[in-house]
């Protein structure tokens, strides 16, 4: 209890000091801490044999519901060496009926749900040429539309007959048909000759399953997996945002072609990303691990598009000779690829088929961490973090306990700079004269974001009427605020937590001894 004392003491010191300092201009610390940082040290410095920048990807193969629920598959799969698990045999061992996914079963429950179509170009999953045909490019881009299910059901029947077609005239063409494929076509042109265009497709992608009543059967199907791989449990952080994230929180579904493209990404705020593939085709995946993530994002910067927002596909060639391991696999129906925090990854379908997806938060160190970081890397790239961490880290401390020090510590000490950020802004306000009005919480309100430049703010909200036809209130962050206004004339100030109640929160939320929950389960929860 040392530690829990030393973090009460700095407590209140740090609130004397608050309420003594007079800062001039804006008051901004990090929320980590670098001493707590618990990534794992990867070498760069020695170049990989070209033959090791394809390792083995870590797999574990299920023989039984008893190995699914093996708190060994949970290590393995959050183990921060790892950067994405394959896990086989998954729906036979947990019988999981995943009909209930296949496009028939989803036509029948909503046909008329809509669809997301991404139209893009055929082509093999190791390659990525640019619209000339001449060479090998990152920027990977697809024009956007919206059908329905039944729509987009027709759409992969019919492509699916039109290649047994293709496949039944290309068996009846002569064999030194002038209309056979050059081998070597995949190869980029040194001469300057054009690579034939490929053929267009659509990618049926983000179709929404949140809703529990038009797709009960289908979710409640998905309660039979391991706790920590479920989409809603009480030890993953995004049961704790208080409201949907659509895709993160909730589950969606892809509907898929030969050739459909998932572009390469981290998840929202490195989240850890669960995806099963339904079937009946296979799908294949391409990982690099968290370390390497800063070396793409220089590439994508290289080739003029935006790492966050952008989409990219990287070329593999130019990954090997910046000495970046790349895990290449074949995902088969049935298998559940989990995806560590931070893993930067790309899909290809190779048959047809669905997967169905969502993210989880293992209340762990690494997982923690990077998805803090990635939270004050937005912020400074001015990308929305879909994640509002400090309210999340807030609900965590008042609901949760963990027995992990690196995870208590690094929550411990966001905390404590969240309540400084709040006294420090909140004693600069009063000091200007400006009133704070204090307005509780209410059940599922959601977190908020400035309006303008879409900072998460939490606690201290400054708050302006828009005139139009409905009155309406809008949130900013003080920034955006004092840019409307420097002295924030016809800005309402709402306070939401008194500081004494996050203080109590702070104070509350302990180490716990892992013998001391063994004995009492129940207690994880507070």
Not at 28 to 48: N, Q, T
Not at 139 to 156: D, G, L, M, N, V
Not at 255 to 270: A, C, D, I, L
Not at 450 to 469: A, G, I, R, W, Y
Request: with cysteine; proline share 6%; glycine share 4%.
């Amino acid at each position: 209890m040392i530690g829990a004392f030393m973090f009460a003491s700095v407590n209140l010191c740090l609130f004397s000091c608050c309420r003594a300092a007079r800062l001039k201009g804006k008051f901004k610390e990090s929320y980590l801490l670098p001493a707590f940082s618990v990534k794992p040290i990867i070498s760069r410095e020695e170049p990989i044999p070209r033959e090791k920048l394809n390792p083995p990807t870590p797999s574990i193969y299920l023989e039984s519901k008893r190995d699914a629920f093996s708190p060994v598959l949970l290590q393995f799969c959050t183990d921060s060496k790892n950067p994405v698990t394959v896990i086989r045999g998954l729906a036979g061992s947990l019988r999981l009926n995943l009909g209930l996914f296949s496009t028939k079963s989803l036509v029948e429950a909503n046909a008329d749900q809509m669809v997301e179509v991404r139209t893009q170009v055929q082509q093999p999953a190791d390659e990525n040429w640019d619209p000339s045909g001449t060479g090998q490019t990152w920027p990977c881009e697809s024009s956007r539309s919206h059908t329905t299910i039944a729509k987009y059901a027709q759409y992969q029947a019919s492509s699916f007959q039109e290649s047994l077609q293709d496949d039944e005239d290309d068996e009846k063409k002569p064999p030194n048909s002038s209309e056979t494929p050059n081998k070597d076509s995949s190869k980029e042109t040194c001469n300057g000759e054009q690579k034939p265009v490929g053929k267009i497709i659509k990618f049926g992608t983000n179709i929404d399953l949140s809703d529990p009543k038009r797709w009960k059967p289908q979710l409640q199907e998905l309660q039979k997996l391991p706790a920590f791989m479920r989409v809603s449990s009480s030890g993953n952080m995004l049961t704790h945002v208080g409201h949907t994230i659509l895709g993160m929180n909730s589950v969606q579904l892809y509907m898929k072609v030969p050739g459909s493209r998932t572009p390469g990404h981290q998840e929202n705020n490195n989240f850890c990303s669960v995806n099963i593939n339904i079937g009946p085709g296979d799908c294949e995946w391409f990982c690099v691990h968290d370390n390497y993530w800063q070396a793409i994002s220089d590439f994508c910067e290289k080739h003029g598009v935006d790492y966050l927002t952008g989409s990219w596909w990287p070329v593999l060639e130019d990954l090997y000779n910046a000495n970046i391991p790349v895990y290449r696999f074949i995902q088969r129906p049935g298998d559940l690829v989990w995806i560590n925090a931070g893993t930067v990854h790309w899909v290809q379908a190779v048959g047809w088929c669905n997967n169905i997806a969502w993210n989880v938060g293992p209340l762990n160190g690494y997982q923690y961490q990077l998805a803090l970081e990635r939270f004050e890397w937005n912020e400074v790239k001015k990308v929305k973090s879909i994640v509002p961490m400090i309210h999340v880290s807030w609900n965590v401390a008042r609901t949760l306990k963990t027995t992990d020090p690196d995870t208590y510590k690094m929550i411990k000490h966001c905390l404590m700079q969240s309540m400084k950020h709040i006294q420090i802004l909140r004693d600069q306000l009063v000091a200007e004269g400006k009133k704070i009005s204090y307005q509780s919480r209410v059940k599922d309100e959601p977190a908020y974001y400035c309006n303008e430049c879409d900072v998460e703010v939490f606690n201290l909200l400054f708050v302006t009427s828009e005139n139009n036809s409905r009155k309406t209130y809008v949130v900013h962050c003080e920034d955006c605020a004092r840019r409307r206004n420097p002295s924030l004339t016809n800005v309402v100030v709402l306070e939401q937590y008194r500081i004494e109640e996050l203080m109590n929160v702070y104070d509350s939320f302990t180490l716990v001894r892992l013998d001391f929950l063994v004995h009492n389960p129940s207690s994880f929860l507070k």
